[in-house]
């Protein structure tokens, strides 16, 4: 339980897993290969951050709320798998962020979850990426992020 | 032939599958998994709705333009396959939704996709998701809908 | 090591392949599939093109930019698998065109990218796509491409 270990020298609790909040599913397995459903910045059903980045929410912010969705995201792959320890890479991330007019700083918001992947995970956090904008996002989240990971057997 | 007698009762007939309108196929198929191009709400090549999500098409109309977004994905996968009772499941779908300024219901749109999918293969159907927004799509479509399809060998 | 000399003839000559601007990796392989990061119109490290298609960026300039990102993820793709001739087949790409209001031709850039690939690699190039809008994209790029390919063991 290392991964589990190095969450706690970090200060990570996983939450519960969130639930879906329409007609879908947390994550699917496919052979190896874990999808996970986009995720927003919600601790404990309430969106941290609302709004536009470079607007009404900062890019630090939007970076915070970028390590959170990755949070959420590693609590429903533990809820699926089992133990942490299990994951071979992260293989992509997509990270979406609700932007205002003029912002293009989306791989530094996207950062947040990248960066803090590679913290928990190290080697097998680094993973390929697309960091993107969108003008509105579910619920007004600022940021929304969803990863595909390589398991062992 | 059961997700075709499925089809039938919910009084949905497959279309020819639709012509990429650019350089692209319809899908491929790399080991079992079949990804497939993103679809629009056309029906006999002509787009059932156009326009903004939450200026001049509706919610309602949205979540109808999701649901003939998927018949169009599974009658793609229909001609790709020849059988959808290969179909083991339905990994991962994406849905893009053209938004108006401050609409940020984009995964009650997508449902019109997702319950639609669930409702003609069961659990099979059930999926992980992505529901995000765009300024504009292609041709003006209110929505574009993609998916990845694990099938039997 | 036909697809480089196919390459030579079409007077294109792969660039170093672009460092990361962020924290991810250029591209993950998992299986016979590689995920490669979404790349920008960069040539030496400069966007050839810069800002929204239909606005400070004409459609034909925005195709070019489109091409330019493919050449940027062949790039890529070279020096993680050594010699293109072991690509079995473009799986997947996704095409993000930063659209003025009112631009849905999206496609249309997207096919720079698209058309190139074919060109490249024949019928190994031709792939599932999703050709999508943004109202802004890093850095102010036009166009922002990524695709998954299947190579040889």
Redesign the interface.
């Known amino acids: 339980m290392k991964v589990e270990e190095r969450l706690k020298e970090l200060g990570v609790k996983l939450p519960e897993p969130a639930k ?9 397995r ?4 874990v ?4 995720q927003d910045c919600r601790i404990n059903g309430e969106l941290r951050y609302k709004g536009k980045v470079g607007e009404n929410v900062t890019e630090e912010e939007a970076y915070e709320a970028a390590k959170i969705a990755a949070i959420n995201l590693l609590a429903i792959l533990k809820s699926a798998i089992g133990d942490l320890d299990k994951v071979k ?6 990270g ?1 962020v609700n ?1 205002a ?8 918001v ?2 947040g979850a ?2 803090f992947l ?1 913290e928990v995970l190290g080697d097998k956090g ?15 989240t600022p940021v ?1 992020v ?1 990863m ?1 990971v ?1 398991v062992e057997d």
Chains 1, 2, 3 share one sequence.
């Open positions: 879906p909040v329409a007609a879908y599913i947390p994550c699917v496919t052979g190896n290969l999808f996970i459903s986009g890479k992260i293989v992509n991330l997509h979406y932007s007019k003029g912002f293009a700083r989306q791989p530094m996207i950062n990248s960066e590679v680094k993973h390929s990426r697309c960091a993107l904008s969108c003008n509105e996002l579910p619920f007004d929304e969803e595909i390589e």
